[in-house]
């Protein structure tokens, strides 16, 4: 089994299970909502993917499953996360046609790319959809949050299709530059991680010492795109940068587990009391 | 080789009788367990139909694709139960319960005909292994639709994404005894440890209900 990949799942494990002992907490205070139900539930999703592939790897290494039970589990995680994205903003109403737009060709890019990699055509093409509904509903979180300006989310779409751009380059460039085109790609997808991971704790931060409900919102929308953002570099990464990924993917788990907690926190005083009461 | 349809026919009659002179939730639960038993049939003929088409082994089906087949089944009742009827949370888990434990019942009956009921320790082991197992991922799944169910905002993801979970659990004891060793007792472990820790909350919601009803009576 490699050591690597146990390292990685541990620290992603450690991170889940204390974001659950930090919900279940929470409702036991101050009663739970249907935002931390999910959210407890889309962690212990993800906590058992993370065991079942530890046990994949230490009981069937090296076996080929086109279509299995890790393959439901990340569907799961994707699909409750972006439940609770749809539960924290259903309220905010947006124009959305251009966002909508990206998504769609993003997805079918990035699907694209997995099955000349993989040559799995039933998994990958599966996956696409469940991880395309994901960053659809995360692209419209962050609009309708109103945490970037319009500029910024222009220059990250950018720079997304930028790194769809420098991997697919690879197939095309001869051999001599292959390494070049995919180290600018590496480059440009950690640009973004850094980026992404620095503006969800500086937005923790505020939304920590701030008042506002709006402002955690803020925070729960950049915390999911930096999600998003690792869980795509992961997906596209090989050898060591996979586990810098993962690592990465790991960290913006715990910012998401504060970011959800500190929302919980913002609600208003009425309702939670009522929940209180009644938990 | 055993006639699982013939077992079925065999267990099924009188609990189809004793329907007719039940009422209530004792029918409820009965009807479910027969249920529980007919997709326990017909997740084994889609297993072996996979196994066919896939050309893996009994055993790599068995652990790879099983549990997805037989979750997705036990699912379809349950969701059909609450779509069409909207019944109230406690009978959608009495419903649930029934088929976990049909399921369950069933497999152990084929299981232990087919492989024998001499050694008692194996025996213990499989009821309470396996047993629990499918009841553990009959509640998971009906604790995650009723919380889709809830969440009236695109409940279709919420809900592939509530059984991902028991699916994911049921993978994991599949492939943790599927190989003879410390995995295997581990893996005889969760179910048994899952049921504990979803026993405690339930145990708790349970009293208090029963001390706001001994309130209600009071105060009456």
Redesign the interface.
Same mark, same amino acid.
């Given at each position: 089994m490699d050591v690597m990949t146990l390292i990685t799942n541990l620290i992603q494990m450690v991170v889940l299970g204390f974001g659950i002992y930090k919900a279940v907490r929470h409702m036991k205070g101050k009663g739970g909502s249907?935002v931390l139900?999910?959210f407890v539930?889309?962690i212990?999703?993800y906590f058992?993917?993370d065991?079942?592939t530890i046990?994949?790897e230490?009981?069937?290494p090296n076996?080929r499953?086109?279509f299995? /039970?890790d393959a /439901?589990?990340e569907?799961?995680?994707?699909?409750?996360m972006?439940?609770l994205l749809?539960?924290i903003f259903?309220e905010n109403e947006e124009r959305l046609f251009l966002e909508t737009v990206f998504s769609i060709i993003y997805s079918l890019a990035m699907t694209a790319l997995w099955i000349a990699w993989s040559g799995e055509w039933t998994k990958d093409i599966l996956g696409g959809f469940y991880f395309g509904?994901f960053i659809y509903t995360v692209v419209i979180s962050l609009k309708k949050s109103h945490a970037l300006s319009r500029k910024l989310r222009i220059l990250l779409g950018v720079l997304a299709f930028a790194i769809i751009a420098a991997h697919s380059l690879v197939f095309f460039v001869p051999e001599d530059y292959e390494e070049l085109v995919n180290n600018l790609a590496y480059v440009l997808m950690f640009i973004g991680i850094v980026w992404l991971i620095t503006a969800a704790i500086v937005y923790l931060v505020k939304a920590i010492r701030g008042d506002s409900r709006d402002e955690a919102k803020k925070a729960v929308a950049i915390g999911f795109f930096a999600l998003i953002w690792t869980m795509n570099t992961l997906y596209m990464s090989d050898g060591v940068m996979y586990y810098v990924a993962d690592f990465t993917c790991s960290l913006s788990l715990l910012i998401i587990v504060y970011d959800v907690i500190t929302l919980e926190e913002k609600k208003p005083k009425v309702l939670v009391e009522r929940r209180a009461r009644r938990s | 080789m055993i006639y699982s349809e013939n077992i079925l026919i065999c267990i099924a009659i009188p609990l189809l009788i004793a329907i007719i002179f039940t009422k209530r939730s004792t029918r409820r639960f009965i009807t479910s367990f027969i249920l529980g038993m007919i997709i326990c049939l017909i997740s084994a003929y889609f297993s072996g139909f996979i196994k066919f088409v896939t050309g893996t082994s009994m055993d790599d089906t068995a652990v790879l694709y099983s549990p997805i087949v037989e979750e997705i089944l036990k699912m379809l009742p349950i969701l059909f139960y609450i779509v069409v009827f909207q019944q109230k949370d406690d009978k959608i888990f009495i419903v649930a319960v029934g088929i976990g434990l049909g399921f369950a019942t069933f497999e152990n009956c084929c299981y232990i005909l087919s492989s024998g009921a001499s050694d008692i320790a194996y025996v213990l082991i499989r009821g309470m292994a396996v047993g629990i197992m499918h009841l553990v991922c009959a509640l998971l799944l009906v604790l995650g639709l009723s919380l889709a169910r809830y969440f009236r905002v695109l409940a279709i993801p919420a809900g592939i994404g509530a059984l991902a979970i028991p699916t994911v659990f049921h993978g994991l004891y599949n492939l943790l005894v599927s190989k003879p060793g410390v995995s295997s007792y581990l893996g005889y472990t969760i179910p048994i440890l899952t049921a504990v820790i979803l026993y405690i909350p339930y145990r708790k919601v349970m009293n208090e209900e029963r001390e706001e009803l001994i309130d209600y009576r009071r105060t009456k």
């Open positions: 249907i139900i999910f539930y889309a212990i999703c058992l993917c065991l079942y046990a994949t230490a009981i069937m076996t499953i086109p299995g /039970v /439901v589990a569907m799961g995680e994707c699909l409750l972006a439940s749809n539960a259903r509904y | -």
